[in-house]
């Protein structure tokens, strides 16, 4: 069945480093979300990828969707104590209506 | 405006116990999809719910079933429970079915199968 994934599992930084995540997938999607888990929260949406090769940005994280619609990836500038998280990214199963997930990168910031 | 409501927000069971979950959607919101998300991974899609019908089912054995009532209001049941089934069990809903959707989380039920 269709898989995304996404590396690395775990990133820690020091406060004011730079943190990217990549998701992968195995087959081509129509978009993908991205999602953020505070520790003992729930998963909160954050944005959502349509176009091949599409960039946005929301303050310090920037979400880009590749050329293939295959993969894609999340980038934060400068990181706070604020972004700890996990981040996901999910995409829809072609022809179903639910959404795959990927296993998540866990963010730890060293104040 | 509230957003999804889930309860309890706790459970313990026993293995072979039965357990019903319920879920509130953001008012206005037809689509209900649940999820369970084991520790360390990303959630996994159990079932989504629009209009009262199912319309989307993972990978889950029939020991999983679940229902949406007029209100939009869902309920997730879990029979014949496994220590394996201990889990965050997440609600969430959506305006329209799609599942180009953004999905709006409830806060969970954390199950416990002793």
């Known amino acids: 069945g269709q898989q995304v994934m996404q590396i690395p599992q775990y990133q820690h930084v020091q406060e004011g480093e730079d943190f990217t995540t990549y998701c992968n997938s195995s087959t081509t999607l129509s978009n993908i979300q991205w999602y953020k888990q505070r520790p003992g929260g729930h998963p909160v949406f954050l944005i959502q990828l349509v176009k091949s090769g599409e960039v946005k940005k929301q303050k310090r994280l920037t979400f880009q969707f590749g050329e293939a619609k295959k993969n894609s990836s999340l980038h934060i500038t400068a990181t706070q104590t604020t972004d700890v998280g996990t981040y996901f990214c999910a995409g829809p199963v072609q022809g179903a209506q639910k959404l795959v997930f990927g296993q998540g990168t866990r963010l730890t910031i060293n104040p | 405006d509230a957003g999804v409501t889930q309860s309890p927000t706790h459970l313990i069971k026993t293995r072979g116990q039965q357990v019903t979950l319920r879920c509130s959607p953001i008012?206005?919101?037809?689509?209900v999809s649940w999820y369970q998300q084991v520790l360390g991974q990303g959630p996994q899609f159990i079932f989504q719910y629009y209009e009262k019908e199912e319309r989307g089912r993972g990978n889950f054995p029939d020991r999983f079933s679940a229902r949406q009532f007029p209100n939009y209001s869902s309920e997730l049941n879990v029979n014949a429970l496994l220590l394996g089934d201990s889990a965050l069990y997440l609600c969430?809903?959506?305006?329209?079915?799609?599942?180009?959707?953004?999905?709006?989380f409830g806060d969970g039920t954390r199950l416990s199968i002793l």
């Open positions: 008012s206005g919101h037809k689509s």
């Open positions: 969430a809903s959506s305006l329209l079915r799609q599942s180009n959707q953004p999905q709006h």
